[in-house]
């Protein structure tokens, strides 16, 4: 007796798979996509970080340059509010939150470039007080030299610069109280 079962081979497919597979790979896409945001993001901020420390940088060369100005300048020119030599809170002194900052001329430019840095930084000068030291009063007749305290402010540039490809992006503004001899 020859048996001879016919089974039915076809069987309905519905289709799971290919539904689980483009759940997973939207999946995927949303996770790649946010890693490189996220990626793009902190590019970015280290871009930032970097530009304000050479600002940073760029502005404490030009204190060192300052202090060393006031300290090895024998005879200091008049502060009269001329040529970066500023009577204290003077109006025309410049104004470092523009640039190029208001009053043009009236700081004094580092003496050579900052490496990575847009612009060379500048400063300015304010003298404040004098004083004499205590005890050393005139009339004991020994005159003896005053005590000039002067304000620095130093603005540094980072390197980055805008699409007009002059004005820089970061400036940092630093400022520091010196005392002479």
């Known amino acids: 007796m020859n048996n001879t079962h016919h089974f039915a081979t076809k069987q ?26 996220g990626a793009t993001m902190q590019e970015r901020m280290a871009g930032n970080t970097r530009d304000y420390n050479l600002g940073f940088q760029a502005a404490e ?12 300048t024998a005879v200091l020119p008049e502060f ?7 009577i204290v809170n003077s109006a025309n002194r410049p104004a470092w939150q523009a640039y190029p900052p208001t009053n043009g001329s009236g700081y004094i430019e580092y003496p050579a470039d900052v490496a990575g840095t847009a612009r060379r ?9 004098t004083a004499r030291p ?17 304000r ?18 970061a400036s940092v503004v630093l400022s520091s109280v010196f005392r002479s001899r």
């Not at 205590?134 to 002067?150: K, L, N, Q, R, S």
């Open 12 to 37: 309905r497919q519905t289709g799971a798979v290919l539904v689980i597979s483009l759940i997973f790979l939207l999946l995927m896409t949303m996770l790649s996509t946010s890693a490189m945001r």
């Open 61 to 72: 060369a030009a204190l060192r340059v300052a202090e060393n100005y006031l300290r090895t």
């Open 80 to 86: 009269d509010d001329t040529g970066a030599h500023y």
């Open 121 to 129: 930084p500048r400063y300015y000068l304010e003298r404040l007080i």
């Open 134 to 150: 205590p005890g050393t009063e005139t009339e004991t007749g020994t005159a003896v030299d005053e005590i000039y305290y002067f």
């Open 152 to 169: 620095i402010t130093a603005v540094g540039y980072g390197g980055a610069v805008d699409t007009d490809g002059v004005t820089p992006l």
